[in-house]
């Protein structure tokens, strides 16, 4: 079954978001095969508009009440991007809950009215017939503050959770990607480690919460799914299904099955065989395999990259990411990039392209249905080279990204050339040298924008194919799930196989 990549809640300006539809649509088109767009609909139990509160009680309505003036033309639009085999279009809009936690609802069925409700089962309940889920989403703040509920929740009607987002990760309180959103911390009660210690079973989904039209934008939450076609119903069927998985941006391509059953499955057995395939985008640092939450296998990442040292001078294959960005500019730098190999193949790209980093509404923000058109796409790709134009910004803090960047799979040996050109400026390297270290250069004497192309990783480094048994049955359900962090931070979270008794 092949791996498909999509965003199921991202927003834009057809609620409190900004850019336009048909732009975010483009946008998931270039980097994803499937994507749902989510407006803000509705908040039951909203704060009152107290001292203070004005403005955000305000733009939440007004959003609100955008949507609902809109909804037709959402319907249409989203609908008309839908084209099996090519990319694929979900319907969906979030309904907020200081009570039961932020929820987005997910349909494949294009008649999907607007509709209102005290929870998420009154809101499914109100749209049945349809086929519809609801997926709860930023887990992790405080219970009763639009947190997760794992009192109320049920797995027949979300069988999907978020666990990764703009927001950060609900995963635990001890996961990377702590939440610093001005909704505040997360709390280890509404986790998904929470969920999962009640035994509750839902697959794992990342998607962006993007709010300036930009779905898939790399770093903040994709999801992958096992599905059999690039069709509405092929992809709703694996996530009901649970065969899914979610990713921080990377596309990090896992297989994890037990007795070849795939992640989500729900079985019985009492000789468990585990294998565990994965195929990363950057060097692997370390991958755990989970048992009831507690660590039961570690593939140790600096033992993958010892292995690789005595075998990198053979040919073989390499994964080199070219990234661009750095600089002053906030409103955006446009480049114009390409990548050639010489005396080897360019066997695969890969785009990490990010959109405007906004996750809310601000007073000085206004929306311009155009700010989420930045350009980003390949231009053209042969097996001897890529080129792509894409947008950059000024990062927005020292320790927070706003690059653009390509990863490129070579196929060679230390001797094959990498001839890397941006706007003017130019990197010449040889994969060898790129094993030893990384390559930069500037476009401008000083405070300029930037070119780094980023040390080679052998495949060795970035793949793991391991078996395992397990024949010791510990409790009525024992959940197994596992986790993949990269070295340059990204990582992925695989949804949990759950043996019963
Ligand atoms: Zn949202």
Same mark, same amino acid.
């Given at each position: 079954?092949?791996?498909?990549?999509?965003?199921?809640?991202?927003?834009?300006?057809?609620?409190?978001?900004?850019?336009?539809l048909?732009?975010a649509?483009?946008?998931?088109?270039?980097?994803l095969?499937?994507?749902?767009?989510?407006?803000?609909?509705?908040?039951?139990?909203?704060?009152?508009?107290?001292?203070?509160l004005?403005?955000?009680?305000?733009?939440?309505?007004?959003?609100?009440?955008?949507?609902?003036?809109?909804?037709d033309?959402?319907?249409e639009?989203?609908?008309?991007?839908?084209?099996?085999?090519?990319?694929?279009?979900?319907?969906?809009?979030?309904?907020?809950?200081?009570?039961?936690g932020?929820?987005?609802?997910?349909?494949?069925?294009?008649?999907?009215p607007?509709?209102?409700g005290?929870s998420?089962?009154?809101?499914?309940?109100?749209?049945?017939?349809r086929?519809?889920?609801?997926?709860?989403?930023?887990?992790?703040?405080?219970?009763?503050?639009?947190?997760?509920?794992?009192?109320?929740?049920? !797995?027949?009607?979300?069988?999907?959770?978020?666990?990764?987002?703009?927001?950060?990760?609900?995963?635990?309180?001890?996961?990377?990607?702590?939440?610093?959103?001005?909704?505040?911390?997360?709390?280890?009660?509404?986790?998904v480690? !929470?969920?999962?210690?009640?035994?509750?079973?839902?697959?794992f989904?990342?998607?962006?919460?993007?709010?300036?039209?930009?779905?898939?934008?790399?770093?903040?939450?994709?999801? !992958?799914?096992?599905?059999?076609?690039?069709t509405?119903?092929?992809?709703?069927?694996?996530?009901?299904?649970?065969?899914?998985y979610?990713?921080?941006?990377?596309?990090?391509?896992c297989?994890?099955?037990m007795?070849g059953?795939?992640?989500?499955?729900?079985?019985?057995?009492?000789?468990r065989?585990f294998?565990l395939?994965?195929?990363?985008c950057?060097?692997?640092?370390?991958?755990?395999?989970?048992?009831?939450?507690?660590?039961?296998?570690?593939?140790?990442g600096?033992?993958?990259?010892?292995?690789?040292?005595?075998?990198s001078?053979? !040919?073989?294959?390499?994964?080199?990411?070219?990234?661009?960005?750095?600089?002053?500019?906030?409103?955006?730098?446009?480049?114009?990039?390409?990548?050639?190999v010489?005396?080897?193949?360019?066997?695969a790209?890969?785009?990490?392209?990010?959109?405007?980093?906004?996750?809310?509404?601000?007073?000085?923000?206004?929306?311009?249905?155009?700010?989420?058109?930045?350009?980003n796409?390949?231009?053209?790709?042969?097996?001897?080279?890529?080129?792509?134009?894409?947008?950059?910004?000024?990062?927005?803090?020292?320790?927070?990204?706003?690059?653009?960047?390509?990863?490129?799979?070579?196929?060679?040996?230390?001797?094959?050339?990498?001839?890397i050109?941006?706007?003017?400026?130019?990197?010449?390297?040889?994969?060898?040298?790129?094993?030893?270290?990384?390559?930069?250069?500037?476009?401008?004497?000083?405070?300029?924008?930037?070119?780094?192309?980023?040390?080679?990783?052998?495949q060795?480094?970035?793949?793991?194919?391991?078996?395992?048994?397990?024949?010791?049955?510990?409790?009525?359900?024992?959940?197994?799930?596992?986790?993949?962090?990269?070295?340059?931070?990204?990582?992925?979270?695989?949804?949990?196989?759950?043996?019963?008794?």
């Open positions: 079954m092949p791996l498909y990549w999509g965003d199921l809640h991202n927003h834009c300006g057809i609620s409190y978001g900004f850019g336009g048909e732009n649509l483009q946008a998931a088109k270039g980097q095969d499937f994507c749902a767009i989510i407006g803000h609909a509705s908040w039951y139990d909203i704060p009152a508009r107290t001292e203070g004005e403005y955000l009680v305000d733009f939440h309505k007004e959003g609100f009440a955008k949507l609902r003036n809109h909804w033309y959402v319907l639009t989203v609908k008309s991007f839908n084209v099996p085999g090519e990319f694929v279009t979900f319907q969906g809009y979030e309904a907020h809950s200081s009570k039961y932020d929820h987005h609802f997910l349909s494949p069925d294009d008649d999907f607007l509709v209102e005290e998420p089962a009154a809101i499914v309940e109100k749209l049945a017939p086929r519809v889920i609801a997926v709860p989403h930023h887990v992790g703040y405080t219970p009763g503050y639009r947190g997760g509920n794992w009192d109320r929740f049920s !797995a027949a009607i979300s069988p999907i959770v978020e666990v990764y987002s703009k927001h950060g990760s609900g995963m635990s309180d001890q996961s990377p990607f702590p939440y610093y959103h001005d909704m505040g911390p997360r709390d280890s009660r509404s986790s480690y !929470a969920a999962l210690a009640r035994k509750l079973r839902f697959g989904v990342g998607s962006t919460d993007h709010h300036a039209g930009y779905p898939g934008s790399y770093g903040d939450g994709r999801l !992958a799914v096992l599905a059999d076609a690039k509405r119903e092929s992809i709703w069927e694996a996530i009901l299904a649970r065969r899914t979610a990713v921080t941006g990377d596309k990090i391509e297989k994890f099955t007795n059953l795939p992640m989500g499955s729900e079985t019985t057995a009492s000789q065989r294998e395939n994965v195929t990363a950057d060097q692997i640092d370390k991958i755990v395999v989970y048992k009831n939450l507690r660590p039961w296998k570690v593939v140790n600096e033992l993958l990259a010892g292995q690789s040292s005595g075998v001078q053979t !040919a073989g294959k390499y994964k080199v990411k070219v990234e661009l960005g750095w600089g002053n500019n906030k409103a955006g730098f446009e480049w114009d990039a390409i990548a050639e010489r005396g080897g193949k360019l066997a790209v890969e785009t990490c392209f990010r959109g405007r980093s906004i996750l809310a509404p601000t007073p000085e923000l206004r929306d311009d249905p155009t700010m989420n058109a930045l350009g796409r390949i231009v053209s790709q042969s097996d001897q080279a890529v080129a792509w134009s894409c947008m950059s910004f000024k990062n927005p803090t020292t320790l927070h990204p706003h690059t653009a960047a390509v990863i490129l799979e070579v196929e060679g040996d230390v001797g094959t050339e990498l001839h050109k941006a706007n003017g400026a130019e990197i010449k390297t040889t994969v060898g040298e790129l094993l030893g270290g990384n390559r930069t250069v500037h476009l401008q004497p000083y405070n300029s924008e930037a070119i780094m192309v980023h040390r080679a990783i052998p060795q480094a970035y793949t793991v194919s391991e078996v395992w048994t397990d024949t010791l049955a510990e409790s009525e359900c024992d959940v197994y799930h596992a986790e993949i962090k990269q070295v340059n931070g990204q990582c992925a979270w695989i949804s949990p196989i759950y043996v019963l008794a």
